[in-house]
Nanobody, 120 residues
Framework: EVHVVESGGGLVQPGGSLRLSCVAS????????MTWVRQAPGKGLEWVST???????YYADSVKGRFTISRDNAKNMLYLQLNSLKTEDTAMYYC??????????????WGQGTQVNVSS
């Protein structure tokens, strides 16, 4: 059974940092592009970052220079380092297999999310 589970969210002050983690199982992680998306309260889904199967990262302009995506294929782990956090980064963060267009909240290839709250 496929599982994707995010962790690492929490409450942080503006300017602070967090590291989100995502563990995946029961699919060939190393062959897959992996993506982070987020959804802020009352807003639509927003693409954050993708790392392809070769390890090349891609970022939304809103997070470029502040967030870093990485992966550990040996551990089937995906990470997102969030630095210089802003209040507008407050959202539920989801990870999953594929690209932004592959997001499907009903799919087992996407997790249930981890909440990030940036507030003073």
């Amino acid at each position: 059974e496929v599982h994707v589970v995010e962790s690492g969210g929490g409450l942080v002050q503006p300017g602070g940092s967090l590291r989100l983690s995502c563990v995946a199982s029961q699919f060939t992680f190393s062959n897959a592009a992996m993506t982070w998306v987020r959804q802020a309260p009352g807003k639509g889904l927003e693409w954050v970052s993708t790392i392809d199967n070769l390890g090349s990262p891609y970022y939304a302009d809103s997070v470029k220079g502040r967030f870093t995506i990485s992966r550990d294929n040996a551990k089937n782990m995906l990470y997102l380092q969030l630095n210089s956090l802003k209040t507008e980064d407050t959202a539920m963060y989801y990870c999953g297999r594929g690209w932004y267009s592959d997001y499907d909240r009903r799919s087992p290839y996407w997790g249930q999310g981890t909440q990030v709250n940036v507030s003073s």
